[in-house]
């Protein structure tokens, strides 16, 4: 057998670990990175959350610190979730000026101004019941619900929050909250929508961290059903038409055609959340050494990237961030 006279040879540019970075077409940052605090009123000292190694629910006294800490290592941002010492039936919580989120956002820009503060703006953590808004029946009211968004948002923007999130699936959310944004003198305040969101098994992890299990029920009518693709576009073009100023993903993992697909359909900056339950399932694994943690972790945040993602809120930004640092 004889060979071809020419042969057309790709491995010529893997052959150096320096050729190799120089034809890298994806790259990761810290500053791709957001992290998500839990901050719970009722506690003195950090809680370990069991379903997600390595996360906690921290006290208000350590909001600072932990805001240092993800500042030193150049991390872009921090989500914070609230744990209410109080829950009521459309969880009021939320637009207390003294509510514990509000309390966790001044306090983190008091630590760390330059951050960016973000604050995710639903209601499953405050309601007695888990929803994410005020019920009628066993459903969610979605224009009951939007009042009380607006609420919610002007009050994390008067706490000093960077960014709004808001992220309970309801219709019209990101026009009422633009226009109360607005009318109360936010204009510069932007608006993250978890514009995608699937109702999805992958959050099981989290409800346990926030405290946010629905009582009954699930959130099938207002999160997404798995299996809708061109439905996904739909969403995320009308929160961007609604004044959006950037998407959300999520979950990630199981959705990366989703997340490419959505970002060539539009025009906004992108975020992926990499959820609980796919955190979970990589730091069970890792702790049985079935998987390289840190080379797994490090590949599918490139994933997320490569799919589209300009921001990944991730368990792992503290992991990911000291790896990239000591590389
Ligand atoms: C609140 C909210 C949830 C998550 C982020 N914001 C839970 C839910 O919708 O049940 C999930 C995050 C995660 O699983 O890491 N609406
Ligand atoms: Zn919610």
Redesign the pocket.
Known sequence: MSLPELIIRPRRLRTTPTMRRMVRETTLSAADLIY?LFVDETIDAPIAVASMPGVSRIPLSQVGDAVREVEALGISGIIL?GIPAVKDAVGSGGWDENGIVQQAIRAAKAACPDISVIA?T?F??YTDHGH?GVLHGEDVDNDATLVNLQREAVSYAEAGVDIVAP???MDGMIAAIRQALDAAGFTNVPIMS?AV?YA?G??????D??D???AFGD?ATY?MDPGNRREAIREAILDAEEGADFLMV??ALAYMDIIREVKDATLLPMAV???????AMVKAAAEKGWIDERRVVLETMLGFKRAGADLI?T?HALDVARWLRDS
């Open positions: 998500p979730f995710d639903c499953c953590e994410c992220s309970g699936m978890y969101k999805s992958y959050f099981g992890p989290f409800r961290a926030a946010s299990t629905p959130r999160q999520k979950p959340y990499n959820v609980s339950g796919e955190y809120l368990y």
